[in-house]
Structures are given as C-alpha cells and as structure tokens.
C-alpha cells in the first residue's frame, strides 16, 4: 500500500508557465483533496472532489484547476503560474461516508514543492 | 467564515507534558482533529473528538469543550521526536467535505 503519492517532489517554474501537479491514492477513498500551505500558517484548501466525477471550490481556488480522471486520481493545474502561488501542495485523502475517527481522518501525500520565478 | 487559533510556538522539555490550545469560531462541526507535521514532512492524523470529554491515544490525548469552543492536544512524556507542528482541524455542517485547518503549533522540545 502506496498510500498518496505526488508527482513531483519539487518545481521550479517560471512566470506565466503551466504545469499539473499529479495525485493518486490506493486506499479507495472516496474523496481527495489540494491543499496549500505557506510558512507560518495552517494548511488551506484549494479544491476538494467528494467522490469521481465532482469537483468544488475550496478556500483559495483563484488560479488553479483540477481534474478528479478517476477514483485514485486527482490533478491540480496552474496554467499560468504566478510567485504568489509558490508555496508546498499537499493532496490528500479520506474515506467519507463511514462514521467517526474513520471518516474524519485524512491521509497526506508527501507534498510537492513549488517555487515560481 | 471558519476560524481556529493556535498559539504559534510552544517549548518544553523532555519528560515534560504540554498542553496545546486550540479555539474556535464555526457553526457548527462534526468534531476536532489533531494532526503531527514534522518540518519537511506531511501531516498525519493523532487524534479526532466527536463529542466532549478526552480521547486517550497513548501519551497522546485530546480534549473537546463545545460550550466553551475550545479543544487541546496533551501530550505526555515528551520526547526529543515529538518536536513538530500540531495542527486542529474541523469539518463543518453546512459542507461537509471540507476540512478547516488552524494555523499550527510548533513544539519545540529541548533536552
């Protein structure tokens, strides 16, 4: 069991590039996840899918986009990349539509780092 | 809107207990998490409270007040790998897919 896993690890892009940030999960979790976080603060949601086939906004979408391809996968996509938007990504996961501790707890890939020029 | 406030930075030493405060504004929610970010790491899940009272996880507990709007992280027997970030979390009623974050804890641990 892999877990969450992204791809890349790590990006440097320049002003104005594109680039999709790629997610999977082989827990068979309903839902996943972006989040984005700076230094000094909490974790901030991007967009989340609550199951394939659904996507919604979350606190900070202004920028991005995501596609939910199938129930592992989960893709974020700058298409044109701002310094604002350097920070690290972290995807991740949860099982919803089981009760308690089960569905509240969410599962975090590694992250990927991102710094635009 | 959501809002959870942490203090920024707490340090104790080892074999010590700390207690790390988490208070909250929101219309209502299913429950509280807790989760570990070592620096450079993901975050991972410690603990959840649905319901008022204290979750006993090993050295680990957490606390939840609905009344008061206010929760705590207790951790125990500290050791030297429990130097992390601690963040809460809630999920509110009126989304029920989104999780909240506060803005974290660092724990600095010294010998």
């Known amino acids: 069991n892999a877990g969450v896993t992204q791809t890349p690890k790590f990006q440097v892009l320049k002003t104005g590039q594109s680039m999709t940030l790629q997610c999977a999960q082989d827990?068979?979790?309903?839902?996943m996840y972006w989040y984005r976080q700076d230094p000094g603060m909490g974790l901030r949601l991007i967009y989340y899918?609550?199951?394939?086939?659904?996507?919604d906004k979350g606190e900070v979408p202004n920028g991005y986009n995501v596609s939910r391809l199938n129930k592992r996968e989960f893709s974020l996509r700058l298409e044109s990349a701002a310094p604002s938007q350097t920070s690290v990504y972290f995807c991740?996961?949860?099982?919803?539509?089981?009760?308690?501790?089960?569905?509240?707890?969410?599962?975090f890939g590694p992250g990927t780092r991102l710094l635009v020029l | 809107g959501q809002s959870l406030e942490q203090p920024s930075e707490v340090t104790a030493v080892e074999g010590a207990i700390v207690q790390i405060n988490c208070t909250y504004q929101?219309?209502?929610?299913?429950?509280l998490s807790w989760y570990q970010q070592h620096d450079g790491g993901a975050p991972t899940f410690l603990s959840y409270?649905?319901?008022?009272g204290l979750e006993e996880t090993g050295r680990f507990s957490s606390f939840l007040s609905r009344s008061d709007s206010y929760g705590y992280l207790l951790l125990q027997e500290l050791q030297m790998k429990d130097s992390a970030s601690y963040f809460c979390?809630?999920?509110?009623?009126?989304?029920?897919?989104?999780?909240?974050f506060g803005s974290g804890t660092k724990l600095n641990v010294k010998p």
């Open positions: 991740a996961s949860s099982r919803l539509g089981t009760s308690g501790k089960t569905r509240e707890t969410q599962y």
């Open positions: 827990m068979n979790h309903n839902s």
């Open positions: 899918s609550a199951s394939e086939g659904t996507t």
């Open positions: 929101t219309s209502g929610f299913y429950g």
């Open positions: 409270n649905a319901l008022d």
């Open positions: 979390a809630v999920r509110v009623f009126n989304n029920f897919n989104k999780f909240y």
